[in-house]
């Protein structure tokens, strides 16, 4: 029986969140990629766990890891998009709040979608329609809402809207603050709670298009009916760039004023 690809989306997200949860606590050997950025051990070998999960079932469809680039001919109908590991500084600090992401564009457009938490044995899921989370094998429909006004802002580098935009100074806005209550979780796992009403909102600077790191939670945003913007309020990867993934359009139109007098 062929399996859909969301559910092959959420089981290649589990088998990486296996081995990350295997190697959680370890001595891992570490690969430098930039100052300041690194890979881990874990991270290695989580992909491969994805990446085998994926050929195994969907042989002719191109893949993208964060870590072993791009498998398969370029231009394909159909292209998953893997990030093994999103946290690492995070998991290799030793602090649970990382994420495993597997996302399947199709034509363009993210069809399916998972991100798993190891540490809590959620996955977030979606076929592109609705989102769920699925816990000790029990699926819910996720539901955005902005009861618990909590926001988090991304402050990790680059930022390419600056010195225009930095999200860093709405912690400096009364006006923010009043209304908000920043966190600051440093993963994109920050997506699927604002898309399970966990968060009111989250935001971030950035060129996001094509990126490994965000696919799989802009898809669960927008599928589970959240308000997802670039920074100046226009469709997602234009203008300004960045994203407003908000729950409810109070928040979003809050957010929106808010950032366009940051300065």
Same mark, same amino acid.
């Given at each position: ?29 570490? =690969?430098?990629? /930039? %100052?300041?950025?690194? $890979?881990?051990?874990?991270? !290695? @070998? ?6 085998? *999960? ?104 680059? =930022?390419?809207? /600056? %010195?225009?935009?930095? $999200?860093?100074?709405?912690? !400096? @806005? ?6 908000? *209550? ?82």
């Amino acid at each position: 029986m062929l399996i859909s690809d969301a559910d092959l989306a959420v089981s290649a997200a589990e088998a990486g969140a296996a081995v990350v949860l295997e190697h959680y606590g370890t001595h891992l050997a570490r =690969f430098d990629k /930039a %100052p300041g950025d690194f $890979a881990t051990q874990a991270d !290695l @070998d989580a992909e491969q766990a994805i990446f085998a *999960r994926l050929t195994g079932a969907r042989p002719g469809d191109v893949i993208v890891g964060e870590e072993s680039g791009r498998t398969g001919a370029a231009g394909g109908e159909r292209e998953w998009l893997v990030d093994p590991l999103c946290g690492t500084l995070n998991y290799a600090a030793r602090t649970m709040l990382v994420a495993v992401n597997v996302a399947l564009r199709t034509n363009g457009r993210t069809s399916a979608a998972a991100a798993a938490d190891p540490f809590a044995a959620e996955v977030f899921w979606t076929d592109g329609a609705q989102s769920w989370v699925r816990h000790r094998g029990r699926d819910e429909l996720l539901a955005p809402t902005a009861a618990t006004n909590l926001v988090d802002l991304n402050l990790d580098p680059p =930022f390419p809207n /600056a %010195p225009a935009f930095r $999200a860093a100074r709405l912690l !400096l @806005d009364d006006r923010f603050t009043a209304r908000f *209550r920043p966190r600051v979780i440093s993963t994109t796992l920050a997506l699927a709670w604002v898309a399970a009403g966990r968060r009111a909102a989250y935001l971030t600077d950035g060129h996001l298009k094509d990126s490994v790191h965000f696919a799989a939670g802009i898809a669960l945003c927008e599928a589970a009916g959240c308000i997802v913007t670039s920074l100046d309020g226009g469709p997602l990867h234009t203008g300004a760039q960045g994203l407003i993934a908000a729950a409810d359009p109070a928040t979003h139109g809050a957010l929106l004023e808010l950032t366009a007098h940051v300065e």
